[in-house]
Nanobody
Framework: QVHLVESGGGVVQPGGSLRLSCAASGFTDFTFSSYAMNWYYQAPGREREFVAAITRAGDNTVYADSVKGRFTISRDNAKNMMYLQMNGLELEEAGVYYC?????????WGKGTQVTVCS
């Protein structure tokens, strides 16, 4: 069973940076590189929102318009890891950040890591 664990959250000031990590494990029939990966975030009282996605080989990425040029998604298939470098964080980007792994109709989620932005 696929298991995802996010880390790297913390407290930053507006304009600050954080690097989130997503560690993946538990692959049986398919390897980590068989899964496209995503980052989402959820602010208090709001629905979960898409942040960024990366293809299985890591050769293509997609970003929400609001984070383009500030956030960078990447992955290391040899280490079963995915990352989100976040620069220029804004107050409204505080929340819980989740990673997900997608293969076909199957999507697996981690429990999230908290990002707090304090002025």
């Amino acid at each position: 069973q696929v298991h995802l664990v996010e880390s790297g959250g913390g407290v930053v000031q507006p304009g600050g940076s954080l690097r989130l990590s997503c560690a993946a494990s538990g692959f049986t029939d398919f390897t980590f590189s068989s899964y496209a990966m995503n980052w989402y975030y959820q602010a208090p009282g709001r629905e979960r929102e898409f942040v960024a996605a990366i293809t299985r080989a890591g050769d293509n990425t997609v970003y929400a318009d609001s984070v383009k040029g500030r956030f960078t998604i990447s992955r290391d298939n040899a280490k079963n890891m995915m990352y989100l470098q976040m620069n220029g964080l804004e107050l409204e980007e505080a929340g819980v950040y989740y990673c997900s792994a997608v293969r076909g109709s199957r999507e697996c989620w981690g429990k999230g890591t908290q990002v707090t932005v304090c002025s």
